[in-house]
């Protein structure tokens, strides 16, 4: 056991295991009432029947920045905050996790093509079976939705907090990161993500909030049901799907500069029809400057 700045140390509660040429752990450090949960993912090479085919950092993990002391120089992480009585939920999720890293390995990197239309309808059945349950696609899976030609490897689910917890319960065959407190990117979430599909085969599904106030009160494309914003819904292969209206996700990738995303989206919407009143609001929400705003509008 290795000590933890303010807390009592960390401990090994798996591994190493296996997985998509990976040596995998899974590791608890005791704050003072604080549990955060790491999982490490090692280049395994030819002990792990590597090497890997990339590295995980698409599915949100972090390299280490200095000497991992349970992985070494060249292990990435995911964390998560938790009690400890949801050790046996977070060991689960892990397990899962190490079982379909191959298979989001292939998709991302191995040209494998990935099964949306199953997944898809299986994601659909399982939240709508929920009566109540708040969700919405966004992203690239939401583009796909309507049609455009695009194809995402994961899919991007907006919530509620309260219910973050419920989707989790609702896929709890398929999760790989349990509904907690954690980070996406530096940004300080609420979230989960799952595997929909087999072992071998399926969707990466992803869902949260943002906790940082200061994105929590400003509307965009994951934050809209905390402003009262509805969804469209969509009927696709006879359900019904909820998704966030495009201008808010076209928004979203003028922000980051996704010109892979924006570019089709924006043909989409030239040939579809854009609300422009409700696209000069979103663009008055977000974080462009005033000549990227007017150069947007002037795009569709």
Not at 96 to 112: D, N, S
């Amino acid at each position: 056991m290795a000590s933890a700045p303010g807390g009592g140390g960390f401990e090994l509660v798996s591994g190493p295991d296996l997985g998509g040429g990976f040596l995998h752990q899974l590791t608890v450090e005791r704050f003072s009432g604080v549990h955060r949960f790491v999982y490490h993912a090692q280049d395994g090479g030819q002990d792990a029947n590597g090497p890997p085919k990339g590295t995980p950092e698409p599915f949100g993990w972090q390299r280490a920045t200095a000497m991992c002391p349970v992985g070494g120089r060249t292990c990435w992480h995911r964390e998560f905050t938790l009690p400890i009585e949801e050790s046996l939920r977070v060991k689960t999720a892990y397990n899962r996790t190490r079982f379909v890293m191959e298979a989001m390995l292939g998709h991302e990197y191995g040209g494998v093509p990935v099964p949306l239309d199953a997944a898809f309808e299986e994601l659909a059945d399982r939240l709508n079976a929920v009566d109540g349950l708040p969700w919405y696609v966004g992203g690239s899976a939401g583009l796909w939705l309507r049609g455009a030609p695009v194809v995402p490897h994961d899919a991007d689910v907006g919530t509620t907090p309260a219910a973050v917890g419920t989707i989790a319960d609702t896929l709890r065959d398929y999760v790989t990161e349990p509904a907690a407190p954690t980070e996406w990117a530096g940004h300080s979430m609420l979230a989960g993500r799952a595997f929909v599909g087999t072992v071998r085969n399926g969707l990466r599904v992803e869902w949260g909030v943002p906790t940082d106030p200061g994105e929590r009160e400003r509307t965009g494309e994951w934050t809209i049901l905390g402003h009262r914003e509805s969804p469209e819904r969509l009927e696709w292969h006879g359900r019904t799907i909820p998704v966030v209206r495009l201008e808010r996700s076209v928004v979203r990738w003028a922000e980051a500069g996704r010109t892979d995303r924006l570019d089709p989206a924006v043909d989409w919407m030239r040939a579809h029809g854009v609300d422009r009143p409700y696209l000069e609001r979103a663009l008055g929400d977000s974080t462009l400057p005033p000549d990227a705003r007017r150069a947007l509008l002037a795009r569709v």
